[in-house]
């Protein structure tokens, strides 16, 4: 009895031992880590909510501008598909393509020889077009980038 009495003792003297070097380590951790911890000043905060919002700001003109090219190159790409399968600039789908795209493609007009096959035209000068149109978002995009990631600071 007297050898479990002093197992028992001795496995509580252990285990008070362990806690104490617990919680000492746990004190530790906690100490080093709220002394390596950055808090920001009011004035960072309110530079990072301004970088935050410019961000947002830059990322919603940037869907609008991929929007908006997107339906750039789905006319432009009918305009060239109606051409090249010699729709009837009479019929009412093909003339409204035609009216809207003509102020896209203006500056494209005879740039290149477009050839033809009896009523058929393949448009090079619209696939130009096209190329052009679809490099502009990624300028906007990039110019984009660098105003909500300019550094407020110098």
Known sequence: MNQDHTLAAEEER?????????????QRV?????????????EEREGTEAQIQRGGAAARVSQI???VFFLIYGLIALS???????ARESAGFA????AVTSPLLAPFQDLLRDP???????MISNVVALVVYAMLPAAINGALR???HRKTEV
Do not use: N
């Open 30 to 42: 906690q100490e080093d880590v709220a002394r390596e911890t950055i808090v920001p000043t009011p």
């Open 146 to 148: 660098m105003v909500a």
């Open 95 to 98: 003339w409204f393509i035609s």
């Open 14 to 26: 252990r285990r008070r031992q362990h806690d104490a070097i617990k919680s000492d380590v746990s």
């Open 116 to 122: 033809s096959v009896g009523g058929s035209q393949f």
């Open 80 to 86: 060239i598909l109606l051409e090249a399968l010699g």
């Open 65 to 67: 501008v991929d929007y």
